[in-house]
């Protein structure tokens, strides 16, 4: 089920008619941003973008740039290699309800997942691909970022951002890794800031080594199977595997080889690695940045990431993305996660029949989600519960419907808010923490979330009245209805 490399993945999205060549030379200066951004507006996220003649400063570089490879519901499935999303959340399903087998065929099954488990555990090998370019920077002044086509994404940006960087590190206590989805903007050709979030795992890696006072190794990997970027930015709880997740959902244990020049493993097939560290206490003003807010987001003190070598395939490609004003590519990879975590949802609130969060709320602005409602005040009860979970932390509105209310369709979410809520009695306002990027808060870092309750009222919610009943047709003149209508078209 695995990708061998990331052009193989490309191989795939171009069999099945996802994927644009681009021949002609594109600078890595706007130019590729702007073609990018209107590949992702368009319906149903565009095509998969290869520039194959990037050019940084006229120049043109050796190496070709893949854009919105993730963009759209076929080609996150094909990143996945899976038919549908929803076959992931299945069998995590199944995992999640894993119990002693009662008969042959159960017994069966549970013996199938356990090899799938068995198979996401990394394994250590020696040759790797990835190795088979290495510049060591102490012997290779030659080679620098300035060799990769890293994009200027937005006219303010403070420079060119790694927007597809898998950062790779290791709690210096429990030995425990991490790998997160930050981006990195480049100073020079041999250092770059190190985006990663206050409530993110990095930064948390980062504080013990800072309070150690040592230097703390960093490797950040560009490409190989879609399957370890789509990891690297799921919001797994602290402490789980990225790899061993991603080797779980391509169903194959990833190679992993030991860097050139720190003491950290990446996997051996990716395209780049950028080795390096970051210093304790060293801090630098990173941004501006056209973010996924669709805003800019100002310029603030990040860790600097130094490089100690680069080392890339000899038929790499370079994986970027950009993020603004929604829809965008990131749009599909989030979506991708809620879907396939749902169980992971259901199974703590048992009342949740689906969720989503749409492409206008950027991530955390916006959660629909529908349960079926038993008890009184059981919305307020999910909301709070969301609140607590993880990054769902940062949700800043939380709109609950009913079972029979798709949340997939925005339309039909927003009727059920303006029609079942009265506001006073059905929204609540409390205090969380809220993500880094958002800049309504007065404050970075906290804010205010808001829950709706568009849930039919019970007795015991203060509605004084009896519930109206939903418009709906008779299955019978539906049927008459479409017979008819078959006999004039
Ligand atoms: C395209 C894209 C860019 C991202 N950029 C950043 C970033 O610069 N900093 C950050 O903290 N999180 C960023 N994120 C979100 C993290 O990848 C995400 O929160 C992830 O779960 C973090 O992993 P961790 O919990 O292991 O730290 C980005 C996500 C996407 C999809
Ligand atoms: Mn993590």
């Known amino acids: 089920m695995a990708y061998r490399s990331f052009r193989s993945f490309l191989d795939a999205l171009e069999q099945a008619g996802e994927l644009k060549r681009i021949a002609i030379p594109v600078d890595t200066d706007l130019l590729i941003a702007e073609w990018a951004d209107r590949e992702m507006k368009s319906p149903g996220g565009g095509k998969a973008l290869l520039f194959e003649q990037a050019t940084v400063d006229g120049k043109k570089s050796e190496f070709p740039v893949a854009i919105n490879t993730m963009g759209s519901r076929r080609r996150m499935a094909l990143a996945l290699r899976i038919a549908d999303i929803e076959d992931v959340a299945r069998e995590i399903q199944l995992i999640l309800k894993a119990k002693p087998p009662t008969d042959l065929r159960e017994g069966w099954t549970l013996l199938k997942q356990g090899i799938h488990l068995l198979h996401a555990r990394p394994k250590s090998v020696r040759d790797a691909p990835c190795h088979e370019v290495v510049h060591r920077v102490e012997n290779d002044i030659d080679f620098s970022l300035e060799d990769l086509p890293i994009l200027k994404c937005w006219p303010k940006d403070g420079g060119r951002f790694i927007t597809l960087a898998n950062v790779h590190t290791r709690d210096p206590e429990t030995g425990a890794r991490n790998v997160g989805l930050y981006r990195m903007q480049v100073y020079d050709g041999r250092t770059t800031a190190m985006h990663w979030q206050l409530h993110k795992v990095g930064a948390r890696h980062g504080k013990r080594y800072y309070e150690r006072g040592e230097r703390m190794p960093v490797a950040v990997t560009l490409g190989g199977d879609p399957a370890y970027t789509f990891a690297a930015t799921a919001p797994l709880p602290d402490g789980l595997d990225e790899l061993l997740f991603a080797g779980f959902l391509r169903r194959k244990s990833i190679d992993l080889v030991r860097c050139k020049t720190i ?15 970051v210093q304790p206490g060293e801090l630098r003003p990173e941004g ?30 370079y994986p970027a993305t950009i993020v603004g004003i929604p829809p965008m590519e990131d749009y599909y990879i989030g979506d991708a996660c809620v879907r396939i975590f749902l169980p992971v949802f259901k199974m703590n609130f048992p009342e949740i029949v689906n969720m989503t969060l749409p492409p206008e709320g950027v991530f955390h602005n916006l959660v629909f989600v529908s349960i079926r409602k038993q008890y009184p005040y059981q919305a307020f009860k999910v909301m709070h519960g969301l609140w607590g979970m993880g990054q769902m932390m940062f949700s800043k509105y939380i709109v609950v419907v009913d079972e029979d209310c798709d949340v997939h369709n925005t339309s039909e979410v927003l009727f059920r808010l303006c029609a079942n809520t009265d506001p006073a009695r059905d929204t609540t306002v409390i205090r969380n923490p809220s993500d880094s990027l958002d800049h309504a808060p007065s404050e970075q870092n906290i804010g205010s979330h808001m829950g709706f309750d568009a849930t039919h009222k019970l007795p015991g919610e203060n509605y004084l009245r009896p519930w109206p009943e939903l418009l709906k047709m008779t299955d019978e003149a539906r049927a008459l209805v479409d017979a008819l209508r078959a006999k004039v078209t």
């Open 288 to 317: 501006p940045f056209g973010d996924h807010t669709g805003f800019y987001t100002a310029i603030e003190d990040y860790p600097v990431f130094h490089l100690t070598a680069i080392t890339h395939r000899r038929d790499a490609v």
């Open 263 to 277: 003491d950290l493993e990446v996997p051996a097939d990716v395209d780049f690695v950028l080795e390096g560290y």
